[in-house]
């Protein structure tokens, strides 16, 4: 596919875009467009700092939830741009040098795959793509471990042809959990092919830091929400939401209990 138009989606929180690794890796490109959604709660000069950088800019006004985020630059991109592929990023993912030349290349190799997903490490290893069994998803070692009917990922790095929200949106229920694997859940009942591309970028996995509980609270109760949401299809899935959130709570008081000790 020769002819195609690359822009990026990133979604930007509660910080200027001059402390976010992605946004400062794409203001130094002029191969790639821009659009910042900013779902954040005060003014943070985003809209100055896109305005100097050559970037599209979206006020959501607030935090008004990943899901609605995506779906409006989404729109704002068929409606105001020629762009034939996005890719989605997250304000704290630090892309590699090769990133978009990994991308280009498999896109031209791959005119029938709408779906690429690259390499994610975190400070713990591989955090996408990953794998998924009914509603468990979990880390791989390696690549090789995936198939077409395992495969899940995260969204920050995932690049997607645009043509696929001809007759799709992401659902609006979801607020920020679980709304890149009901994605690709969605994409896969409908055989869409996804196709891992050998480039590694590198994300601040919030979930990883557990330091203040009451935060950690917090964004628990986000999780269950968005959690319960994906598991709601079926009986088998809402009983194992149920079971999984209760160890998820334990295990959560026992390391916060565990760190008072210390």
């Known amino acids: 596919m020769e002819n195609y138009n690359l822009y990026v989606l990133l979604v930007i929180y509660n910080q200027n875009g001059s402390d976010s690794p992605a946004c400062e890796v794409l203001r130094t490109r002029n191969d790639v467009g821009v659009l910042v959604v900013d779902n954040s709660t005060a003014d943070y000069h985003n809209a100055e700092y896109c305005q100097q950088n050559g970037f599209a800019y979206l006020s959501m006004d607030g935090n008004k939830g990943l899901s609605k985020a995506y779906n409006r630059g989404i729109r704002y991109l068929k409606e105001h741009t020629r762009a034939t592929h996005i890719v989605l990023l997250d304000d704290d993912t630090t892309l590699g040098d090769d990133y978009f030349s990994v991308l280009r290349q498999a896109i031209i190799e791959n005119p029938d795959t709408r779906i690429f997903l690259p390499l994610v490490k975190d400070e713990v290893g591989y955090l996408s793509p990953c794998r998924i069994n009914g509603y468990a998803v979990s880390r791989i070692q390696s690549p090789k471990e995936l198939d077409r009917i395992n495969v899940t990922g995260i969204n920050s790095g995932m690049a997607l042809a ?28 409908r055989g869409e092919p996804i196709r891992v591309i050998g480039t590694t970028l590198q994300q601040r996995f919030s979930g990883n830091d557990h330091s203040n509980y009451q935060a950690t609270l917090t964004r628990y109760s986000l999780f269950k929400r968005d959690f319960r949401l994906f598991c709601s299809d079926t009986v088998k899935g809402k009983v194992y939401a149920d079971a999984f959130l209760v160890i998820r709570r334990i295990r959560l008081f026992l390391s916060a209990h565990l760190r008072r000790k210390k």
């Open 162 to 189: 645009l043509s696929i929200f001809d007759a799709y949106q992401y659902d609006e229920t979801y607020f920020l959990d679980y709304i890149d694997h009901a994605f690709l859940r969605d994409m896969k009942r």
